[in-house]
């Protein structure tokens, strides 16, 4: 604290100021007389994206780095140890690329399959999504590099993300969308990034309660608030919320304007300089570079163990010696990533055909479908022939780049048409296909009880060719769980009533039930439950015990137990325990996870492992007190490996708060589906979904918006024109298209790098309210 309060006191009142905006995109504004570093951040959950190059949408190419994984695949090894390896060789890299702080991990929950994003998440469920953030800060901040989690909070859709209002009552948002935000922030991350979104109608960024009263007080969050690229809309608003980083760069002259007119005080902009200067002393300390290793072996090892093996009538493990029809353009050209500010320029992508040139695999291949949009049925004939006289046919399918992307949601869950009927040729005239499937997030799998074997790649990163092939040759035994639900259908998903919402809010209706926690309660067949994997190897796990038939407050539930490969092979299984309330008085979902581990078992062999619960495991949001709290009562310990399936299941009686029920209600019950009128009598009265001055322009009407206008056409045309003379592929231009229409008329200064003033955004709106004389004299 004193090095904070000497550099503070150095600085003059326009100096700090200058430190509550970046230096450009990726820069903290630097002052030599302080005698710190230079602080760059950069993009790079599942890898560095370090700019060659400036440009205005922060999309320009990038430095080389290893492409990891994304989180969407990391999630399904449920092994904190492999994600922490992970952010270690981050670091690295971040070290050697002079890189301060890296813009990540993402723990957003995943409320609904379609999300566009979702590839950049873990999980949807949080004690997952927030234990493997957890792993991934302390990683990388073990070598001195910064981390920012992101996005605090609510951001579960990308429609309308930066105006959209998620309406969510206060046992979703504390059991839910904040639990793992409270369980990540444990690792003292440098920064917590804002969403673009309000949450409950409020913007987080300008949220008192959000940033300190929850983040800062509740969960002891120390660091600094930045806000995502583009994301304020009330600078004052936001400083005196405890916002101290506006990202990216703009002017300062509204601050210093509001500080001469006493609007904001001196102490007040101090309170938000520290944490800057704070991260300027982190990003300044000695970097502790780890041991060298192979970051491409390494990405190649967390994706094969991670990857889920969904279906295998004994066809897999592969032998060297059957001849294989490989079929699939993803098969040469993968899909490794998602597509948006993620992005990384990998150093070397595997590909599967070159991978069975090298080793001599006895192969022939077809292309069978295309990567774009048009369902070209043309290449379906060339993989037929391919498939005569061989012993498997490989299909290499999911969801192209075009399907699913930061900016835009997906309209569905299906993969490519041409695709799933290539698969229905295919399985038509071979008994023996294997499915890879690459992607991003769930899709439908109409196909799965026709193909023999199922192997979920999702998104693997730039080795992720080898991995598939390890694991196919049983090289490595797989033993990746599924971190989200597969559902047979698109409006089985609790959300689907409700997603993506109106222009202007969503609601959250679905309240606590995201995921396996409404499957399961409502009693609906899945294709894939929750924690769904299998293996090689077949286990058992026996002799369940618990530490204690009564839990006391603030004690240790241990349970112990003993698992045994009864198989020639060596595997992991990841242990999943839920806990499960037995009584009434609470709505409460059928079972939640409380505690998993995964366990390396060598074959034949029988371990005996111990899992230690919290009690805190067993809370929930009492929304009368306004605090977390244990309901008294008698709960059931389901051991299992996956939501639905359980080895033993044991009752403990737990010490804890006498809970008055509630009113009965859809939600105890799930005996029919959720209806907005259900909602509004758990959270209250509900704002409305569209805008209620549709007629009425301001900053916070998007160029979508406006475009029907005279002048916001004309806006609307000219960014049209820059966008389509950007260097870059067909996804990366739809995903600018697709945020340009929602982009809100406020971010334009940011985004134009300043050629259209705060001002002339003005005097824009003015002409389009049909005030044309006083918009024309702020244009001048």
């Given amino acids: 604290m004193e090095n904070l309060d000497k550099n503070l006191n150095q600085l003059t009142i326009k100096e700090k100021i200058n430190l509550l905006s970046g230096d450009g995109l990726w820069y903290i504004k630097h002052y030599e007389k302080l005698g710190l570093k230079r602080f760059m951040m950069t993009d790079g959950p599942h890898g560095l994206r370090k700019q060659a190059s400036n440009d205005a949408m922060g999309i320009a190419a990038s430095f080389k780095a290893t492409c990891f994984p994304t989180a969407s695949l990391l999630a399904c090894s449920f092994d904190p140890k492999l994600i922490y390896e992970m952010g270690q060789a981050l670091a690295n890299e971040a070290i050697q690329q002079d890189v301060s702080m890296i813009l990540g991990p993402g723990i957003n929950i995943k409320r609904s399959p379609l999300c566009g994003r979702n590839f950049e998440y873990f999980s949807e469920?949080?004690?997952?999504?927030?234990?493997?953030?957890?792993?991934?800060?302390?990683?990388?901040?073990?070598?001195?590099?910064?981390?920012?989690?992101?996005?605090?909070?609510?951001?579960?859709?990308?429609?309308?993300?930066?105006?959209?209002?998620?309406?969510?009552?206060?046992?979703?948002?504390?059991?839910i969308y904040l639990k793992a935000f409270g369980i990540a922030i444990q690792a003292k991350p440098w920064s917590i990034m804002t969403a673009y979104n309000k949450v409950n109608g409020s913007y987080v960024a300008e949220s008192k309660w959000y940033m300190s009263a929850i983040a800062r007080n509740r969960f002891g969050f120390k660091g600094a608030f930045i806000t995502d690229w583009g994301a304020m809309n009330n600078r004052i608003a936001s400083i005196k919320a405890g916002l101290s980083l506006e990202m990216p760069g703009s002017k300062n002259n509204i601050i210093y304007q509001a500080y001469k007119k006493g609007l904001i005080t001196e102490s007040e902009i101090d309170f938000a300089v520290k944490p800057v200067l704070w991260m300027l002393e982190k990003g300044s300390q000695q970097k502790v570079k780890s041991e060298t290793i192979d970051h491409h072996e390494l990405a190649r090892k967390i994706a094969a163990e991670s990857?889920?093996?969904?279906?295998?009538?004994?066809?897999?493990?592969?032998?060297?010696?059957?001849?294989?029809?490989?079929i699939g353009r993803f098969a040469k050209e993968p899909r490794i990533q998602g597509s948006g500010s993620s992005k990384v320029n990998p150093i070397k992508v595997d590909t599967l055909y070159d991978i069975f040139q090298s080793q001599n695999i006895p192969f022939e291949y077809a292309d069978g479908y295309t990567l774009d949009t048009k369902e070209n049925l043309n290449h379906i004939q060339e993989a037929l022939n391919v498939c005569k006289d061989k012993d498997v046919v490989i299909l290499s399918v999911g969801l192209t780049e075009l399907y699913e992307s930061e900016g835009y949601d997906r309209t569905?869950?299906?993969?490519?048409?041409?695709?799933?009927?290539l698969i229905e040729a295919v399985s038509e005239v071979h008994s023996n296909v294997v499915v890879v499937?690459?992607?991003?997030?769930?899709?439908?799998?109409?196909?799965?009880?026709?193909?023999?074997?199922?192997?979920?790649?999702?998104?693997?990163?730039?080795?992720?060719?080898?991995?598939?092939?390890?694991?196919?040759?049983?090289?490595?035994?797989?033993?990746?769980?599924?971190?989200?639900?597969?559902?047979?259908?698109?409006?089985?998903?609790?959300?689907?009533?409700?997603?993506?919402?109106?222009?202007?809010s969503v609601y959250y209706a679905e309240s606590i039930y995201v995921g396996y926690r409404y499957f399961d309660k409502k009693g609906l067949m899945v294709a894939y439950p929750f924690g769904y994997g299998l293996s090689y190897s077949d286990f058992e796990v026996k002799e369940v015990k618990l530490s204690t038939q009564s839990l006391k407050r603030h004690e240790m539930l241990k349970v112990s137990l003993n698992i045994t490969n009864k198989s020639n092979i060596d595997g992991k299984e990841t242990i999943q325990i839920y806990g499960s309330d037995l009584g009434t008085e609470v709505h409460k979902p059928s079972q939640e996870l409380i505690a998993f581990k995964k366990v390396s078992v060598k074959a034949h062999e029988t371990k005996q492992v111990t899992i230690e619960i919290p009690y805190s495991h067993f809370e929930f949001f009492d929304v009368e007190v306004d605090e977390y709290r244990v309901k008294q009562g008698a709960y059931?310990?389901?051991?299992?490996?996956?939501?639905?399936t359980f080895y033993q299941i044991e009752t403990i009686h737990i010490e804890g708060d006498t809970i008055e029920p509630t009113l009965e209600s859809v939600y105890h019950t799930l005996d029919r589906y959720i209806s907005i009128h259900d909602f509004e009598q758990l959270y209250g009265e509900l704002p409305p979904k569209e805008d209620t001055?549709?007629?009425?322009?301001?900053?916070?009407?998007?160029?979508?918006?406006?475009?029907?206008?005279?002048?916001?056409?004309?806006?609307?045309?000219?960014?049209?024109?820059?966008?389509?003379?950007?260097?870059t592929d067909e996804a990366t231009k739809k995903m600018m298209k697709e945020q340009f229409e929602e982009l809100p008329l406020r971010a334009i200064p940011l985004f134009s790098g300043d050629k259209i003033t705060h001002r002339r955004v003005l005097g824009l709106i003015d002409m389009m309210n049909k005030h044309p004389f006083r918009g024309l004299v702020k244009m001048i």
């Avoid at 004994?314 to 029809?325: E, F, N």
């Avoid at 059931?636 to 639905?644: N, Q, Y």
């Avoid at 056409?713 to 950007?726: H, M, N, S």
């Fill in 437 to 504: 499937l690459q992607g991003g997030s769930v899709t439908l799998m109409p196909y799965k009880e026709v193909v023999k074997a199922i192997l979920n790649a999702y998104l693997g990163g730039e080795a992720a060719a080898s991995a598939i092939y390890d694991i196919l040759y049983g090289k490595v035994n797989p033993s990746g769980k599924l971190a989200e639900t597969y559902p047979l259908r698109l409006d089985d998903t609790s959300s689907y009533p409700f997603f993506p919402g109106g222009t202007k």
């Fill in 636 to 644: 059931e310990i389901k051991v299992g490996d996956s939501s639905r």
């Fill in 125 to 175: 469920d949080p004690l997952l999504a927030g234990t493997l953030g957890k792993a991934y800060i302390e990683g990388v901040q073990s070598l001195n590099i910064g981390t920012c989690l992101k996005h605090y909070y609510g951001n579960n859709q990308e429609k309308h993300r930066m105006t959209i209002d998620a309406i969510i009552d206060k046992r979703a948002m504390y059991e």
């Fill in 693 to 727: 001055e549709h007629h009425k322009i301001h900053l916070n009407s998007t160029i979508g918006e406006v475009k029907e206008s005279r002048v916001g056409g004309l806006i609307y045309k000219i960014g049209l024109k820059e966008i389509q003379k950007t260097k």
């Fill in 412 to 421: 569905h869950l299906n993969i490519p048409l041409q695709q799933l009927k």
């Fill in 307 to 326: 990857m889920v093996l969904m279906k295998n009538e004994g066809v897999l493990p592969l032998k060297s010696t059957q001849s294989i029809a490989l």
